[in-house]
């Protein structure tokens, strides 16, 4: 055996854990949800995405490494949580991904984002255990708002409008 070949096979590969989860296969679109749509504007429906990241105390979007459906290059994306299914933690060994999960933990400027290294498996577990919770809260919620008996619309507020107000504040006095 060449040594050249020991000292290679003993460096594991670079690996992170993730929580994985699939695109749904039909989502509700338009008005109140009466048409249906495969997948999502950026990923085929089912498509394997690598959840990395997310926006705490939103509980809405989280951050996905996945292969775009036209492209078919690994985009990171902010999606909605609603978007994701059937969600489980695992080890991610593709370095085309691992080089978008450096892309987003690498230092920006004007941005503070964690570290890479934050990629455990109990984070991981911790998504695939929050996710599903933040879906049912923010499908209860969103039916609450649709239940409501009284819906107030207002008009925006336009230059026209203000001047009214102003005027008529100023004319009472």
Sequence with gaps: MNTNESEFSEIPPESYWTAVGNIIRERPYGPGGT???SGTKHFAPRA???II???PGMCQRIIVVGLHRKSKR???LSIDVRLVENLRPKVCYDPTVIAKFKEHYSP???HKVGHIK???KEFAETICQ???HWQLDYKTRFEETLSADKVEFRRPHTFLSHLQTFLGFY???
């Design 35 to 37: 048409e249906t749509r």
């Design 48 to 50: 394997k995405v690598y």
């Design 53 to 55: 990241d997310w926006y």
């Design 74 to 76: 690994f985009i990171t």
């Design 108 to 110: 920006k400027p004007d």
């Design 118 to 120: 934050a990629l455990t």
């Design 130 to 132: 929050s996710v599903p």
């Design 171 to 173: 004319l009472k006095n």
